[in-house]
């Protein structure tokens, strides 16, 4: 019984040098770790933007083949927001909101730098074809492409490595 008394009276903590060693060592892991969250997020919102965008221009092709008619997809950009627009019509409408369905920008940080150089898309329903074209989204972490052919074959890559669930073109 005195020997864990004398055990727990000579035991005070941790000495300063001891506690400032463990600091140091906690804030160089955490600035590492900090620095790749945020490599992390930007790699999985350029994924993210690149599968939704092309689940959305899936949807307009199977609409165009479905429904045998032609569907175009209008390009909106206002500062640095960008919107596309589906309509049954080659003309363009006013705004996005016009259309019969819409795709906003979903992450900021991720940028349309380039689609068709008509600034529109059109899948044709009779013929089950397409406009072939490229869009490009980018960001800090990479470029990803999502290619239509003119036989309206979709596909999606990526020019750098590390992007999950996208494929190096």
């Not at 596309?84 to 906003?104: A, H, I, M």
């Not at 013929?127 to 999502?146: D, K, V, Y």
Request: aromatic content about 10%; proline content about 2%.
């Amino acid at each position: 019984m005195r020997l864990s008394v004398a055990i727990i009276k000579n035991s005070l903590g941790f000495t300063f040098i001891e506690l400032l060693i463990a600091l140091l060592i906690l804030g160089l892991l955490s600035s590492v770790g900090l620095d790749q969250w945020s490599i992390l997020k930007q790699r999985n919102a350029l994924a993210s933007a690149t599968l939704s965008l092309f689940a959305f221009i899936q949807q307009a092709q199977s609409e165009a083949n479905w429904q045998n008619r032609n569907v175009t997809i209008f390009l909106f950009e206002q500062d640095n927001a960008w919107c596309l627009s589906v309509d049954y019509q080659e003309t363009r409408p006013d705004s996005c909101f016009k259309g019969n369905r819409y795709f906003f920008s979903p992450a900021s940080t991720v940028r349309l730098s380039h689609f068709n150089d008509t600034a529109m898309l059109t899948f044709y329903g009779k013929r089950a074809n397409a406009q072939p074209g490229t869009l490009i989204l980018e960001n800090s972490q990479g470029r990803t492409h999502i290619i239509i052919s003119g036989r309206g074959r979709l596909r999606y890559c990526s020019e750098t490595r590390g992007i999950s669930g996208i494929p190096i073109c």
